[in-house]
């Protein structure tokens, strides 16, 4: 059975009349009862009966168009979102870490799709670790990722787009409150908030502390700064955590590091060899003009 056979067979049913069917259809009488033969014989009933000089459709052609325009309909919708893909439509999966869903994200994607050409884009949203994100991105869910920087993927290109200045965050009663800035040994000297391991700024702040050889002691992990804060404001601990826009509690000090300048990069990630829709490519084009370096 062929795409032809099937449109054939909806002009057939519908004109009930083979030789008008075939100047529609543009093709020979012959051919076109050949067609429906065919088409009958490979089904095993009969469509059609004649009915004075024309055709009608058996109880069997009808339940069979039945189907026949809802495949015809799913196949011309599916040519016209592909056209649509291929020009200036289209919709991008993206995934981002936590801490860009307040309004990095929002802001940015609004950006792009107030350009004109952009006009006719939608996107998906989806807020996940950094290892999720990158597993979507090799499993073709995402599109583009915003994300920590993941070493051995080769597959994967990773471009700077934010640079995160990283603070100390204290209680507002807390005895470091009263200063602008504060040492990062002060971790080893009060309970921490940390962030959760899994995560791409808990693995960066493992390996900040490895090197630097700081052992802090970590009461609590939790997933990205929103929590961290929270934690922080009930004076549980303080916290190692990137200065990012919603850090914004009144019951919290923002200090900066007296003794080290550190910072955290948050990278766009997407597959390097893989075919993308001319509005992802316009969208990642867009990122590379705001990126840190």
Do not use: W
Not at 2 to 28: D, G, K, P
Not at 156 to 174: A, T, W
Not at 193 to 200: A, K, N, P, T
């Amino acid at each position: 059975m062929t795409l032809n056979q099937l449109q054939y067979f909806q002009t057939v049913a519908r004109l009930q009349h083979y030789r008008q069917a075939a100047e529609v259809l543009n093709i020979s009488q012959p051919s076109l009862s050949r067609a429906m033969a065919a088409l009958e014989e490979e089904l095993g009933v009969l469509l059609f009966e004649k009915e004075g000089r024309g055709i009608a459709l058996t109880k069997y052609g009808r339940m069979f168009l039945e189907y026949t325009d809802r495949i015809l309909d799913e196949y011309e919708a599916a040519v016209y979102k592909m056209k649509q893909l291929s020009n200036s439509g289209g919709r991008i999966d993206i995934g981002y870490v936590f801490p860009l869903a307040n309004y990095y994200i929002p802001h940015t994607v609004r950006s792009f799709l107030n350009l004109p050409e952009n006009k006719n884009v939608t996107f998906s949203f989806n807020q996940h670790h950094t290892a999720h994100i990158i597993q979507a991105i090799k499993n073709d869910h995402y599109d583009v990722g915003f994300c920590s920087y993941v070493d051995n993927e080769p597959d994967l290109e990773f471009i700077p787009i934010i640079k995160q200045e990283m603070v100390l965050i204290v209680p507002k009663e807390h005895p470091l409150a009263s200063q602008e800035s504060a040492s990062l040994q002060e971790l080893t000297h009060c309970p921490v908030i940390g962030y959760d391991r899994f995560s791409g700024l808990g693995d960066y702040t493992s390996r900040l502390y490895r090197r630097l050889g700081i052992k802090p002691n970590i009461i609590c992990e939790c997933p990205d700064e929103n929590a961290i804060m929270a934690m922080v404001s009930e004076n549980f601990g303080i916290a190692l955590t990137a200065n990012v826009d919603i850090l914004t509690s009144p019951n919290i000090r923002i200090l900066k590091l007296s003794d080290i300048n550190l910072s955290h990069l948050v990278y766009m990630a997407y597959l390097k060899n893989r075919y993308q829709i001319p509005a992802v490519k316009r969208f990642i084009a867009f990122m590379k003009e705001k990126a840190v370096m």
